[in-house]
């Protein structure tokens, strides 16, 4: 019972922060302009200038919590597919994939085409692009393989720095604007978020973080191993397919919105085991989205603090990197 | 009741099973044994489903098992394979509770929880319930996953060479403990075993294979004679009779 005591108190503390955080994010730029806004809260373009940042803020607010929700999901589900907890779907090479279908696009299609210009054209384009190339990988290695997943795993290594290999050749003979346009599309940060998009992908979001988080008892079962989720009647090659799909497309979402963040998910799944010590996969998803939140939320916060010298991915994958480096030398392998 | 009929497998060009047939004794243990790559796993992978034959078909209790849906088979077969690498942070009672998936699908009833306590109780490991499976000894580990199989609760229980990794007194207590499953409730046991003797001493019924193919079926006394053994392991084995049991002794070629 001391148990579930414990895990309580955890929900109620990583909750608080994760609203303290947001509250500090969404009044954050205060700090900056407060010299501006002081006394001249009457002036009409002044109300219309916080307006204008309030609602900025809340395209940027959702478009983080969305992506700490697909992005600790996936990684969970990934590390519970791969019975490793130090890989996340970038080992797949998603983000490299992601980088070389804009760039593809771009010398393809040329960089005034509809398709790239229109988010949401784009967004489609690309995503569809992820899913096929996930499930061609799918079907070639996993079919033939039975389910060998760190054949999967080299195969994306392989494939990522293909990918950016290529991308970096096709880039060199791209016009400057060309250029300019692409790395407009490929590094994505949240301050430069598209909030458009960001609605457009609401209901996709809650679907598939719905579709994730539904499967939680089988993916419980799943993480003893293929021969014993057979022994307990769950089809391990059926189920571990369809979570591939939903992580593809989570994937694609999120480089979308945000960017390449790797080391978070990785960061807070790992985070959520430690501190909750259960092995229930609702219990994770729940702690980990939470603590992607907090680490989006506060990490934002220090940067426009420290006047956007760096960007939140670089403090992320900093922070992820060392929490990594420590897991790996750590004894205990335990999940 | 489980038939086999006409099993053939093969992994790549190699045959593992050829033409394999057999009726497995309801309420009884039977042990396979063999050399290494005689097709005892795979056989017991077949009749679990974990493994796909080339040709043939599994009928339990008068069903085709490839009809079968995987949960409806996971409620009359459960199979505890020789690797149980869980590496999870896991209690227990966390482990032996996953046992009641196939009826509850992880919403437990006071029914399944009951079950989950008896499990526990008849392996003796209330004391531990609460203790994580990665601080355990192999042998209470292999006593946790026999609870759950048990918290599983179906029919037939098929055992992948459950005494690796213990040492003898384990080796005769988890036995033992197979042999009062049976009595208790009367279950049917089937698992492959190395050690003749221990087959010998805790098997009602013994599966002789080699190559592919069943050499022998019989009562362990049937099964544990000079010409069956040394035909399936290529030895000069000694056998002889001590209380009404037959024992088996290695040649040394040096003497």
């Known amino acids: 019972m001391r148990h579930n005591v414990t895990l309580k108190k955890i929900y109620l503390i990583l909750i608080g922060l994760s609203f303290l955080s947001i509250i500090f994010f969404m009044s954050a730029w205060l700090v900056r302009y407060y010299p501006h806004i002081a006394g001249n809260m009457h002036l009409p373009n002044i109300q219309k200038a916080i307006l204008n940042i309030l609602s900025e803020r809340t395209g940027q607010m959702v478009a983080m919590i969305i992506s700490a929700l697909l992005i600790s999901s996936t990684s969970l589900t990934f590390q519970t597919l791969t019975h490793n907890r130090i890989l996340t779907p970038a080992s797949l090479g998603f983000d490299a994939i992601f980088a070389v279908t804009q760039t593809l696009l771009v010398a393809g299609l040329g960089f005034v085409h509809v398709f790239l210009t229109n988010v949401y054209f784009n967004f489609i384009l690309s995503s569809l692009i992820m899913l096929g190339i996930i499930l061609l990988m799918y079907q070639m290695v996993l079919r033939k393989n039975k389910n060998n997943i760190i054949f999967l795993l080299l195969v994306g290594i392989v494939i990522s720095s293909m990918a950016l290999s290529l991308s970096n050749v096709i880039q060199s003979m791209l016009s400057d604007d060309a250029f300019y346009q692409l790395q407009s599309l490929t590094t994505v940060t949240i301050t430069n978020i598209n909030r458009e998009l960001v609605y457009l992908l609401m209901p996709f979001v809650i679907l598939i973080a719905f579709l994730i988080y539904r499967g939680h008892r089988t993916y419980d079962v799943m993480a003893l191993g293929e021969s014993q989720a057979s022994n307990l009647g769950v089809n391990y090659q059926q189920e571990s397919k369809r979570a591939l799909i939903y992580i593809a497309l989570a994937i694609a979402m999120t480089t979308a919105l945000v960017g390449p963040l790797s080391f978070l998910g990785l960061l807070a799944v790992n985070l959520a085991r430690e501190i909750t010590k259960r092995y229930e996969h609702k219990h994770l998803f729940i702690t980990s989205a939470l603590i992607s939140i907090i680490f989006l939320f506060f990490g934002q916060v220090v940067i426009e603090l420290t006047h956007y010298q760096t960007t939140l991915t670089t403090v992320i994958n900093l922070v992820g990197g060392i929490y990594m480096i420590n897991l790996l030398i750590r004894k205990d392998k335990t999940i | ?255």
């Not at chain 2, 805790?202 to 019989?218: P, T």
């Not at chain 2, 035909?231 to 003497?255: G, I, M, P, R, T």
Request: net charge neutral; proline share 1%.
């Open chain 2, 1 to 255: 009741m489980i038939e086999v009929k006409n099993i053939t497998h093969q992994y790549g060009k190699l045959k593992t099973l050829d033409d394999v047939s057999i009726v497995f004794k309801d309420q009884k243990i039977t042990g396979v044994i063999g050399a290494n790559g005689a097709g005892k796993s795979t056989l017991l992978g077949i009749v679990s489903r974990l493994i796909k034959p080339l040709s043939g078909t599994v009928h339990v209790d008068g069903v085709n098992v490839k009809g079968m849906k995987g949960h409806d088979l996971a409620k009359r077969i459960a199979i505890l394979k020789q690797s149980n690498q869980v590496n999870i942070k896991i209690t227990v009672r966390e482990l032996v509770s996953l046992g009641r998936f196939p009826h509850s699908k992880g919403r437990l009833t006071t029914n399944d929880i009951t079950m989950i306590d008896e499990a526990l109780n008849y392996l003796a490991l209330e004391e531990l319930q609460h203790r994580y499976l990665d601080e355990l000894s192999g042998g209470q580990k292999q006593r946790v996953f026999l609870a759950m199989i048990l918290a599983q609760d179906t029919q037939y229980i098929l055992l992948d060479e459950p005494l690796n990794n213990l040492d003898l007194r384990y080796g005769i207590e988890m036995m033992s403990l197979l042999r009062r499953i049976v009595k208790d409730y009367g279950k049917t046991v089937i698992l492959v075993l190395h050690d003749i003797n221990f087959a010998g001493a805790f098997c009602d019924e013994l599966v002789a294979m080699k190559n592919g193919a069943i050499i022998k079926v019989g009562d362990a006394n049937a099964v544990i004679v000079k010409s069956v053994l040394d035909e399936v392991y290529n030895h000069n084995f000694k056998v002889c009779c001590l209380d009404n049991q037959q024992v088996v002794l290695y040649e040394n070629s040096d003497e």
